[in-house]
């Protein structure tokens, strides 16, 4: 005998896609008051219609695979990990005004990687300092941002 199919709220790609819907419908309404433009000259707006159009068509294939798989969600919330992920892009907004990209990425790096389950403070150490060198590289001596 088959197993049944979970209810919606309970099956992996559906939430998934309903997620990727709402991200992508979020970015798309706030792009609608910015100027369009064309192919030719892009407005502000044309980055982030695109961007949220193809986010909603992945929710919609997402949540079609869900309707005909039925794989039930295993688990339950990972509290710590979202609580830290969130703690860390806030801190990353705060410090980049405050004390620069480098120790800001360097926060950001380390407090996400708390949030996993392996954390290795070596490993930890070479993340943050690669990533530090090529944010460095690509936005302050690349693009000649004044960060």
Known sequence: MAAAKPRLL????????????????????IALSYPFGTVQQMGPGFFPRALGAILMAFGVVTVIRGLRTGVRVEGGWGWFPLAMLTASLVAFGWLMEHVGLVPSLVVLVVASAYAGREFRWREVAVLAGVMSLAATAIFVWGLGLPY
Do not use: H, M, P, T
Not at 10 to 29: H, I, P
């Open 10 to 29: 309970e099956n992996r790609d559906v939430l998934a896609g309903l997620l990727f819907l709402a991200l992508g419908a979020g970015g798309f309404g």
